[in-house]
């Protein structure tokens, strides 16, 4: 075994970190709160923050930033301004963490058992693994366990707590990482990359350079921490090697920011900058025994394993480059307010310029149809084989058939802004005079409500109807007989919505963020993204689910796991201002460039260890 993996096994042995005596550039141990980086030169921002023990591991949870601190049976929580909100007791030897949109998950090397703990600290259960368990994957129901000195991965089952099954892999499985359709296993000790499908069948064994201790995927390709070669591979899916890079003594972790490779050199104290071609842009000297890296949206955040401190590092993150757009020329006119609108029916697409006062029927290659509807329509919906348009100019409800023959206008409230079919029902939001309507599908008004200021943004969770309220900065929740449910504080200026399956999404254009809601209302997540988001988009490729954010004012956009995680960035277009997706590819519409753009939903993937 190389020097990093041997660090594993004497993490495990040693006394109470903050027991020993260590040599490391800091002459005292500070006390809890922000205290200046040892090192920090000028490519890189650093600000390290002191913990009250050395942490092992690191996780960002969407809203803050998590540590466990392994020898002393504890784990912390941070704010992403490095102040200490909490530090809970464990079970012993707390080696990695992981996040299931709800709950920790924590693997206790030496118990041999992973626990659950909520975000508030409580206990919530420990559950027997195979011997020494390190690292995890949540995937939508299922959590993974690599169990290092048992050769074999354990899966869970989220939702009622059970062993589902245990699958054999190589010798001293300790990483993984989940490329959109398949998992891969480092097995550290047999020098072996396991390819598994997600029913836990060994697709294929690829021998590696030494040691491989850590993994992820930049949306492409697979990339692997050689401790034993101080080096990283890039691999493609099909076991390829396409690179081996070198970079500084005893490599520990690796985590993909987006745009750029991070890893973490244990035994040279340093953090280093990769571009996906493999070459080192940047490296800094990092605390004492950079073990573990977590991603916040903006900064990597760094484990200094040997002393009780996480460094954060940056804003550190760049868009990847696009996929080769497929586009086609539009004529709608540049940023403006309102905004166009995208829907895909099934078998087409269609566009609401309101601009030019039409709706277009496009493919990606050229427009099929453009058709005149009412004045300034800025959002559609579908229902049956049926195509309704919102015409806030005009103050009404556009029903086109799927031809694109104008079949009926229906009269609203002022500005018309937004639609949702509930199944049944047609509902559109009112901005003008701050009320939502449902109509029958034939027109008629059921009932008008009162709800916030600009109701605009319309969601539909199966059982009711959610109203984003851009100048009150609440959403608002209504039941299919028109009773208020509640209103909820939400990010500023939300402006579009979407429905997982389980919780609500908000975009909120004015604070670069977007929020996820319980069904209760409770705020489940904050999470940064780029500036202004304007539209939301929720989809499910191969059972994986994503939620994507189009970032109007800086050309991206951010494809997002379940619990807040950023799996790309992808650049688009100028103004990306409303997003739809086929069964296999999303579209977006780039307002200021004119254009549509089609990227695959497998773009990027979702990473664990």
Request: charge should be negative; aromatic fraction near 8%; hydrophobic fraction near 45%.
């Amino acid at each position: 075994m190389g020097y990093a993996v041997a660090k594993i096994i004497l993490l495990s042995f040693l006394g109470a970190v903050s027991g020993l005596s260590i040599s490391c550039s800091r002459s005292e141990v500070p006390p809890v709160g922000e205290v200046p980086s040892a090192q920090a030169p000028a490519v890189f921002e650093m600000t390290s923050f002191a913990l009250p023990h050395p942490p092992m591991a690191l996780l960002f949870d969407g809203e803050n930033i998590w540590a466990a601190l392994y020898k002393n049976a504890k784990v912390a929580k941070l704010g992403r301004d490095g102040s200490v909100l909490g530090v809970y007791p464990v079970a012993n030897t707390p080696v990695q963490l992981s996040f299931d949109g709800e709950n920790l998950w924590i693997t206790h090397f030496e118990e041999h058992i992973v626990t659950r703990l909520s975000l508030d600290g409580n206990q919530l259960g420990a559950y027997q693994t195979g011997l020494s368990p390190r690292g995890m994957f949540v995937d939508d129901s299922n959590l993974w366990v690599a169990n290092s000195m048992s050769g074999s991965l354990t899966k869970f089952s989220l939702a009622d707590e059970r062993v589902i099954e245990e699958y054999p892999v190589g010798d001293g499985p300790l990483a993984m990482v989940f490329d959109g359709t398949n998992l891969w296993v480092a097995n550290y000790i047999g020098d072996t990359i396991n390819k598994l499908s997600p029913e836990g069948a060994v697709l294929a064994t690829i021998q590696s350079e030494p040691d491989p201790v850590a993994l992820a995927f930049d949306g492409e390709n697979i990339w692997v921490v050689s401790a034993g070669n101080n080096s990283v591979i890039k691999m493609a899916k099909d076991g390829t090697v396409l690179g081996v890079f070198q970079v500084p003594d005893g490599p520990s972790d690796i985590l993909f920011d987006g745009g750029f490779m991070w890893v973490a050199s244990f035994g040279a104290n340093k953090v280093s900058k990769l571009n996906l071609e493999g070459s080192i842009i940047g490296e800094a000297t990092v605390g004492d025994g950079p073990w573990d890296l977590a991603f916040d949206g903006t900064h990597v955040w760094v484990a200094d394993a040997l002393v009780p401190l996480v460094t954060k590092m940056g804003p550190v993150s760049a868009p990847m480059p696009a996929p080769a757009p497929e586009t086609v020329r539009r004529t709608w006119s540049k940023v403006q307010d309102p905004l166009p609108d995208i829907l895909y029916d099934g078998g087409s697409v269609w566009i609401a310029d309101p601009a030019s006062d039409k709706v277009d029927l496009v493919s990606l290659g050229s427009t099929i149809g453009g058709f005149t509807v009412g004045k300034a329509p800025v959002a559609l919906a579908t229902e049956k084989d049926r195509i309704w348009v919102a015409n806030s100019g005009a103050d009404t409800i556009g029903r086109i058939g799927a031809d694109g023959e104008r079949l009926v206008d229906f009269a609203a409230g002022r500005e018309p802004w937004d639609l949702e079919f509930d199944g049944q029902d047609m509902w559109v939001s009112n901005a003008g005079d701050n009320t939502v309507t449902k109509l029958s599908v034939y027109g008629g008004e059921l009932f008008t409500v009162k709800v916030g200021s600009r109701p605009g943004a319309l969601g539909f969770d199966g059982t009711r109807m959610w109203v984003a309220n851009a100048l009150d900065d609440t959403v608002t929740v209504v039941s299919l007989d028109g009773e208020l449910i509640g209103t909820f504080p939400v990010g500023k200026g939300p402006l579009d919505l979407t429905f997982d399956g389980k919780n609500m999404w908000v975009a909120n254009s004015l604070d670069k963020t977007v929020t996820k809601l319980a069904p209760d209302g409770s705020r489940l997540g904050v999470y940064s993204v780029g500036d202004t988001p304007v539209s939301l988009i929720f989809t499910e490729f191969h059972g994986d689910g994503h939620v994507w954010v189009a970032n109007l004012r800086d050309d991206t956009v951010i494809k997002l796991s379940l619990d807040g995680r950023r799996v790309a960035v992808v650049e688009t277009g100028d103004a990306p201002a409303a997003l739809t997706a086929t069964e296999q590819d999303l579209i977006v519409v780039n307002s200021g460039s004119q254009t549509l753009q089609k990227m695959p939903l497998d773009t990027g993937g979702a990473t664990a260890r």
